[in-house]
T-cell receptor
Framework: GNSVTQMEGPVTLSEEAFLTINCTYTATGYPSLFWYVQYPGEGLQLLLKATKADDKGSNKGFEATYRKETTSFHLEKGSVQVSDSAVYFCALSHGGRRALTFGSGTRLQVQP | DADVTQTPRNRITKTGKRIMLECSQTKGHDRMYWYRQDPGLGLRLIYYSFDVKDINKGEISDGYSVSRQAQAKFSLSLESAIPNQTALYFC???????????????FGPGTRLTVL
């Protein structure tokens, strides 16, 4: 079946540091890939997505590239801010009925 | 106003009680979902509905039931709550009639349920 594996957190960084959160997936064919973000006390919001191999999704300074050869969709940001502190979820959508499969989430803490 | 709302936002109940969590949406989407979130486990799908007459079990449906009363409303019930159902519950919607949507889902704010 489909699965998503994320690096365990928490990830603690200083403001303006470079961020990478690793995500790899298992699925047949070509799923769509997503990063969702959950701020404290809130529901999940879509951060970015990519729907085919080599696509790059980007939003709010975050980027992720759909790498079919390594089955990965790593999230990156060049300079994090305190306001980026949140839990980040990698997810995939695959199959005709298109349910989402989520990773376990990675908590990011950015210190001033 | 929020597009996807959930009531209640917090609930504490006792083992054996029947509980209903409600979800409403104003987005006009056809598909609705219920997930639970547990620390370290991400979100797991409980039930999903593609329209009023199409309801499907997710990966962890045991102990839960749902009702799609209208396109805009999707309720989750715990017939006899038990402590390991203590979790954060999220409702989500999507509209696969939108070209290129690729099942982007929109989430409600969540309901924190505690079963004592």
């Amino acid at each position: 079946g489909n699965s998503v594996t994320q690096m365990e957190g928490p990830v603690t960084l200083s403001e303006e540091a470079f961020l990478t959160i690793n995500c790899t997936y298992t699925a047949t064919g070509y799923p769509s890939l997503f990063w969702y973000v959950q701020y404290p006390g809130e529901g999940l919001q879509l951060l970015l997505k990519a729907t085919k191999a080599d696509d790059k999704g980007s939003n709010k300074g975050f980027e992720a590239t759909y790498r079919k050869e390594t089955t990965s969709f790593h999230l990156e940001k060049g300079s994090v801010q305190v306001s980026d502190s949140a839990v980040y979820f990698c997810a995939l959508s695959h199959g005709g009925r298109r349910a989402l499969t989520f990773g376990s989430g990675t908590r990011l803490q950015v210190q001033p | 106003d929020a597009d996807v709302t959930q009531t209640p936002r917090n609930r504490i109940t006792k083992t054996g009680k029947r509980i209903m969590l409600e979800c409403s949406q104003t987005k006009g989407h056809d598909r609705m979902y219920w997930y639970r979130q547990d620390p370290g486990l991400g979100l797991r799908l409980i039930y999903y509905s593609f329209d009023v007459k199409d309801i499907n079990k997710g990966e962890i449906s045991d102990g839960y039931s749902v009702s799609r009363q209208a396109q805009a409303k999707f309720s989750l019930s715990l017939e006899s709550a038990i402590p390991n159902q203590t979790a954060l519950y999220f409702c989500a919607t999507s509209d696969t009639r939108l070209a290129g949507a690729h099942n982007e889902q929109f989430f409600g704010p969540g309901t924190r349920l505690t079963v004592l």
